[in-house]
């Protein structure tokens, strides 16, 4: 999924996240891909009819309402969309006024669970969960007895293939020279070498856009060995991010092997942020092809300026639109999200009417999008983040060019 759709999804599950119920009546029901539409009407119309049993008249008449407005957008589906659907229905205060909402959300990944949840808040933790970065990690634990391939998604672990291997033990049968003995090991440990190789072609090649890097463990000299003979494929070789001495190469080592590699995993982010605002800081002490500044970045982006533009995570503005109703005249100011600004018609000296509200990023990015310009989105858990919130508003942009 796009950093874009990302951030819309984001920003989807803070406005649910920020809504509440007078009581238990928010309702949210998560609906995997393969649940059958029907099962679940049933199951609905169940409980349907034990909610006339809820004390409360308001909660009672809240969840009745919620209820018979899920079964109502049901009827529209014959079987759940591709990755399933979470629905949310339930009376809500939105800027002071009560109003009753039922939303469809179809999650970027497969909703992981069929689950129905009436609260006094909606029940976003699975959602919130598919918010936290799952860039994929090779996994490959080896010794000269048996390999393990895996992948690290997010915080999890998957274990994609495993074998073990041919090679004979160090000490030769009777029989045999120690001389034939040994070439015979070595070809069957180049062997095994070789197959582990095809297992991570298999295990990783499908996924190689999405790949970040691939680590490797094992002990000494085996995992030199696997890596220095370049027993991977060549477009895997470049992607392998460091050795790592693990005592186990079952699935154990696995975890071993992350654990092992923390220091390198945490600064993939760290060294790509931290080398694109080392050139925007760069660009920015020598007057060069830097701008910072929502009206510039603007403009900039208009004129087609704008190589890469950098926007914080954690930016929420919008821009609002007011009218004056008396002369028609327009203004536009850009807000802290869900902020209230009074303003005021200079020709009349009337208060004007709000009739739009646009989230600038999304704004921003779909500008970058028509003029060819790369996004690129800023964790403020880094210094670099930190720096483009806090000292440049949280949007800056490196040039192709300066406009004169």
Do not use: W
Not at 41 to 69: F, M, Y
Not at 90 to 117: A, D, F, R
Not at 239 to 268: H, P
Not at 351 to 371: K, Q, Y
């Amino acid at each position: 999924m796009s950093k874009k759709l990302m951030y819309e999804f984001k920003r989807k599950i803070e406005e649910l996240d920020s809504y509440r119920g007078k009581g238990t009546e928010l309702i949210t029901l998560y609906i995997p891909p393969d649940k059958n539409i029907a099962d679940i009407a049933n199951q609905l119309r169940e409980e349907l009819s034990q909610a006339s049993n809820i004390k409360s008249k308001q909660t009672r008449t809240n969840v009745i309402t919620g209820l018979e407005a899920i079964l109502n957008r049901l009827k529209l589906y014959r079987k759940p969309p591709e990755h399933g659907m979470v629905i949310f229905s339930g009376l809500v205060t939105i800027n002071g006024k009560e109003k009753h909402i039922t939303e469809i959300l179809e999650p970027p990944e497969p909703v992981p669970l069929y689950k129905y949840h009436c609260d006094a808040k909606f029940y976003l933790e699975p959602l919130k969960d598919m918010l936290r970065e799952k860039k994929l990690y090779g996994l490959i634990v080896l010794d000269r007895r048996e390999a393990t391939i895996g992948l690290l998604k997010g915080r999890r672990i998957e274990v994609l293939d495993y074998d073990t291997s041919m090679v004979p033990g160090k000490h030769r049968q009777g029989g045999q020279s120690s001389v034939r003995f040994e070439r015979l090991r070595e070809i069957a440990i180049h062997e095994f070498y070789k197959k582990v190789g095809d297992m991570a072609s298999n295990a990783f090649l499908p996924h190689k856009d999405k790949l970040v890097g691939i680590l490797i463990g094992g002990p000494s000299p085996t995992k030199d060995e696997f890596y220095q003979g370049e027993y991977l494929h060549h477009e895997l070789q470049r992607k392998v991010l460091g050795l790592f001495d693990v005592g186990y190469t079952s699935e154990s080592g696995l975890y071993e092997l992350v654990d092992k590699a923390k220091d390198v995993l945490s600064e993939v982010d760290l060294v790509r942020e931290k080398n694109l605002m080392s050139r925007f800081l760069y660009e920015i002490s020598r007057d060069g092809l830097a701008v910072y500044g929502e009206e510039e970045i603007r403009r900039y982006l208009e004129l087609g300026a704008v190589d890469i533009l950098l926007i914080s995570e954690d930016l929420r503005l919008e821009r609002v639109r007011y009218r004056c109703g008396t002369c028609g005249g327009e203004k536009v100011v850009t807000l802290k999200d869900k902020a209230v600004s009074k303003q005021i018609c200079e020709k009349d000296g009337v208060e004007m009417e709000e009739v739009e509200r646009i989230d600038v990023v999304l704004e921003l990015s779909e500008i970058a999008e028509r003029m060819n310009t790369k996004v690129e989105f800023l964790s403020t858990e880094t210094e670099e983040g930190e720096v483009l919130l806090k000292a440049f508003g949280g949007i800056a942009g490196i040039l192709r060019y300066k406009p004169k």
